[in-house]
């Protein structure tokens, strides 16, 4: 089992960025895909990044690749997510997600996680 606690969530302006955290508890990150999921206020939850447990691959949605990076760390156990430009419709909760025995597959959608933080605000204002 994994506990995972995001932070780095803020205002900012559209055009900045921001860098998202997200700490792991337990000695098992490495085995972990890991994802970043983000909410906006009467939409459904949707992926933004995922990467694999040995961080060889990552993936985005088409809608931050080239602006978004994702990364970890397995000795510190963290999760990050760098994010540049920033636009008003990237305004959402934003929530890391774990994943366990998924070889070297990296899962898109909620139900493929099985555990997750409790999210941080990100406001980008125009």
């Known amino acids: 089992q994994v506990q995972l606690v995001e932070s780095g969530g803020g205002l900012v302006q559209a055009g900045g960025s921001l860098r998202l955290s997200c700490a792991a508890s337990?000695?098992?990150?490495?085995?972990?895909?890991m994802g970043w999921f983000r909410q906006a206020p009467g939409k459904e939850r949707e992926f933004v990044a995922g990467i694999t447990m040995s961080g060889d691959r990552r993936y985005y949605a088409d809608s931050v690749e080239g602006r978004f990076t994702i990364s970890r760390d397995n000795a510190e156990t963290t999760l990050s997510l760098q994010m540049n430009s920033l636009q008003s419709d990237d305004t959402a909760v934003y929530y890391c997600?774990?994943?366990?025995?998924?070889?070297?597959?990296?899962?898109?959608?909620?139900?493929?996680?099985?555990?997750w933080g409790q999210g941080t605000q990100v406001t980008v204002s125009s």
């Open positions: 997600a774990a994943r366990s025995n998924v070889a070297n597959f990296i899962p898109t959608t909620p139900a493929g996680y099985n555990y």
């Open positions: 337990g000695r098992t990150f490495a085995t972990y895909a």
